[in-house]
Every structure is written in structure tokens, then in C-alpha cells.
């Protein structure tokens, strides 16, 4: 115990737990209270150098959370699980963008060997293939989970949803409709949430009798430009109404705009559902169906394990793999009743 | 120098200064080679702690940016421009989210204090007007930098774009297109912009000989249900056709949710513009009229102050307070001819 921390508790009439927890930030403070303990401790030139501290406790009450973007809907929502348990437990949540970029995801990661934050939630960027950048993690020993976007080669506790799934039942309510052809737009194969997805769309098109046409799976990569091409070049060939299953929120709204561009009618021409979890699917001309991923309670779900982790807490003896349901929202794009 | 470094060096055959570039995680040195150093150092045990030798530096390699909220597309979007002009400079980008709550920003700008970041890009919260959890950073001498939301208490730079002529503009296209009355959605006037909105809106009601009444200006504050009720009232009460102006994007496409509800049509019976830098804005039913900021290039001139701040290079004299225009994107929302 300092003799500041005992000077300023004197001195303002508090308990010491008080000013220490007032000090440490606590949120069983208040605000003012907070504010009167830091300002006093400032005038007696205290240092609280949390910095310092950290490296003796080795706790640094950050939570890291890695992800691809933040515009799209799916991330920006499963942080906002992320942050709903990292308050309760006093902690910040500290966002960093690999923009699909792995040499950025590799210097993200190569920061936290150094002991910057306490635990990492992680849904991996896409890009050729290597997780060498992110098994150099495990020599860190920061307890890691994936949410979404996993990483197979590294053994890390998992939420993920029912992509294979969701993958089917999308392809089936597509087929249903009456499109006479299917198409599954992807990102990369390389991500496991696409290759489960198209793994769904296969299955269903096997099950439902129909070929596999690799012409019709287009793994667009990230820029918008060629996935644009690309879409253009299918749906100027492909025998209508064609189905076509954007397998990220992105994709999905770039078969709206080259609609739009080469004037082919949604769901006449063409049918779409979306994986999204955007609020304004609702809104679109004409409404979006979505596949929607549980993203609140799957980022406080890979929070609530982490957190379990950090306290030494372990859920179960094995890695934990936890699932969570997707749902299908049908909305106008996919047309009317079934043929 | 250590003597571990020369001894990579001399067992890699690489040169001293590589090396210590290598470790710093330069953006001058290759993936694989900085993997071939950290992977020799780890062998050698050489437990490069950035935490420490930070405290020595003074210097910590991260940037903050503190914003509301990330499902807004003008956040995304500028945090997209601070990333490109920080990942120039070798430096992470960290991002915190407020939430609009004046708390949890309290306390992200409270660890500040301890030496977490080198410098902080902000865009306040909305909320009750007391600035003092702000103010505590001034005492930190951390540079500081505002973008779009700033706190006028403060005295920093800032990146904001011409909102009242926005506003202005805004209302105006709306008198133009014969809407009876033009009614302002605001959050709370204790923002910046929304209060320099407003200003606008005002005017140009002015100016065109119309009245300014109250009842036509609603601060929804964030919660959902209160905004969809007050909107509610208004639609179901006001002569028609009515222009609304949402001031966020959230709230212009609030409007399109109520219309919906209330069956009401865009444009016959409501015309609407929103301040938003969404990608969809055209393929919504119908098309949104937009005031688009230049959110990309806020995001990079506030980011550039900054790191001329960081690097001891003040761009002038005075506090920087640089603008820069918002486009008005004309599209079906707003209905057709002049009238």
C-alpha cells in the first residue's frame, strides 16, 4: 500500500479501497468520486502509471479484438457482444482492423507477443493461406479465441454458426423458387466460413439432383472491382431466373448494384439471399433475404470463454467448440411462392 | 546496442540495423525476415518487450481513434483514412468505442492518462454536456486531435466538414420540392454537428420566409423506441407531403422503417435527406438523397495533423481547424421536379 494511497483517502475523507479502486478505475466508483480521487492525486504529483503497474501485476485490463472490417454489420455487431461482457468485467476492448490484409494481421499479432493485452478475440483475415503469423501467437501465451472466421491449424477455443447449414438451407429455398441455375459467390476459399458454405450449396444441390457447375461457384476476392466483372460476365450468360447466394453482406449488395447496372429485375431475373446482419436488409429494392448469424451472442459468447480463461476458469477439460443457429430471413429477393 | 542483436545479426548475416528494424516490427523489412529474427531472438530468449523499452521511449507505437460507435459507415470509413496515413508511419491503430456514453469515454480517456497511446483521434459522444472527463486529457499532454464530433471546451485541432451549409442545403432542396413543412430529426443539440445542422436548417427556413416551429424539431436522443415513437406522432399529425432531414443514418432510415409502418410513401407523402456516407444509399426502396461527408479524407487529414503533431511539427501557429465540404447526392428519396 503507497503512502499516497493513504494520504489521499485521509485527506478526502474516503476509505483506502475506495481511492485504490477509484484509481484502478473501477466501476464500483462513481464518476465523481473518481474524479475528486484523480484530481487530488494529480496535485500530489501521483503518478499512476498504469503502464508500470501493469508490468508488475501483468495484467493490463485490455481485451483485444481483431477482425477483418468493421463496416460490415456481422463485425460491428458481434463486437458490440464483445464490449457487454468486457464492461461487466471492468476491462477496455481494443479494436484493431486487418483490412483482409495478413502482413497486417501479422504485425497485430506480433504486438501482442509483447504483452500489450491481456487476451485476443480473433476472426482471421482471408489471404493466400500461411497461419504461420498467427502461430507465433501460441508462444505468447495470450489465451486466444476465434469467433466466426476461424483458424484451424491452431488449437483455440471457437463460436462459430451452422455455416454448412445455412449454406444448404439457403441453395434449397433458391432451387425451390425455380431458378433454373444456382450460383454461390464467395470470397475465398481459403476462410473457413466460405468453404462450410459452399460446402452447405453443394450438398444441396446434390441432394436436390442438380450438377455441380464450377463455373457457377466464383471465389471474387476482395476487390470490388473484379467481383463486379465477374457478376457482370454470369449474368449475361447464365439461363434466368438465375439464384445466386452471396456468401458475405458485401457480396450480396454487389449483385443488387450490377442488377441495377445491366437493368435485371430482382427476383424476377435474378434471386439473392445474403449472409447479413444488416438492420436495413428490410429496406432494399426489393427486400433482402439474409441468413442471419446470431453475431450479438456470438461475441459475448467468445467473450464470456475468454474471460473464463483469463480467470483460469476453464469451461470444460477440452477446447471448447461452441455452435449457434443462423436464421433465414425471407424477404422479397428470393420472389414468390414456390414452383 | 544490445549484444543480443549483434549476435542475430552476425548467426543470421544480416546487418545490425536490420535486425533492430526487424524487431521494431519495420515496415521496411520483409514478413519473412522479421519472422526469421523474432523466431532466432525467441530462440535465444531475447524477450523483446515492447512494454518496457516503450516506457524507456516514451513512445508506444499506437494511435487511438475513440468514436461512437463503428455501424455507422461515416466511422467505418474514416477510420479507413487514419489507418492509410498510419500504416505509413509504422504505427497500429487502435479504436475504442464510446457507445454515445459519457462514461465509458471518461474512462478510455482516463487510461489515456497512463501513457497507453502517443496520441488520440476523436469524435465525441453525444450525451448530457459535461466535458470535464475530457478536459482531464489536456493534463496528459497526449496530442489530441478531433474529427467530425468535436468538443468546443477544448482547445486542439480539428477535422470537421461544413455542416451548416449542409443543413442548409438540405432544407432547402426539401422547400423546393413543395414540401408543406420540413421538419428536423436531430440526437441532441449538446452535439456539435448536429447543432451546426440545425443552424442550417434554420436558416434556410428563414431565408425561404418560413416559420421555425419547435414542434418540427425532434432530438431523438439513441434509444430506437423513443425515435420511432416521436417519429410516429409526427407523421401521423403532420400536413403532407412533410421533408424530413435526418441528421445521422441512423435516423434517416428510421424514417424509411416508420413510413413502412405507417404505409406512408417516399416521396408522395414524405421526402427525406440524410447525412450518410452509406454505400447502399441507392439500392434503398427508394433511393436515399444524401449529405455525404468526406469521411475517407477527414479521417486522413486528422490523422496527418496528428502525426505532424507526434513529429515535433506544427503545421502553424495557431490550432489547425481544417474543413472540408459534404456533397449533397440527389436521388429518389426527394421526390421529382421542382415545384
Redo the contacts between chains.
Sequence with gaps: MSITIKKIARDLNLAVSTVSKALA?SHEIS?QT??RV?DYA?QLNYV?????S??KKKRT?NIAVVVP???D?YF??A??GI?AVA?QKNY??????T?EDQ??E???V??F????VDGVLMSVSSGKNTT??LQ?RS?SNIPLVFFDRVCDDIEAPTVTTDDLESGYKATELLIKRGCKSVAFLGMTENLSIIRDRLNGYKKAMVDNGLDINEDLIISGGIDESVIIESLSALLTSASRPIGIIGSTEKLA?LV??VC?KLSLQIPDDVRVIGFSNM??A??????LTTITQPAFEMGKAAATILFKNLEGKKADAGIVKAVIGSLLHERGSVGGENV
Design positions: 478505475d464518476e473518481k474524479k484523480l494529480d499512476r502509471n498504469t503502464y508500470a501493469n508490468l485490463g472490417e468493421v463496416a454489420s460491428s455487431t463486437i458490440n464490449e464492461q477496455h476492448v481494443i479494436i484493431y482492423i483490412h502482413s497486417r501479422a504485425s497485430i506480433r504486438e507477443r509483447s504483452g500489450r504461420t503469423h507465433e508462444q449488395t443488387y448494384v441495377k438492420g436495413i428490410s429496406l432494399l429494392s426489393p427486400p
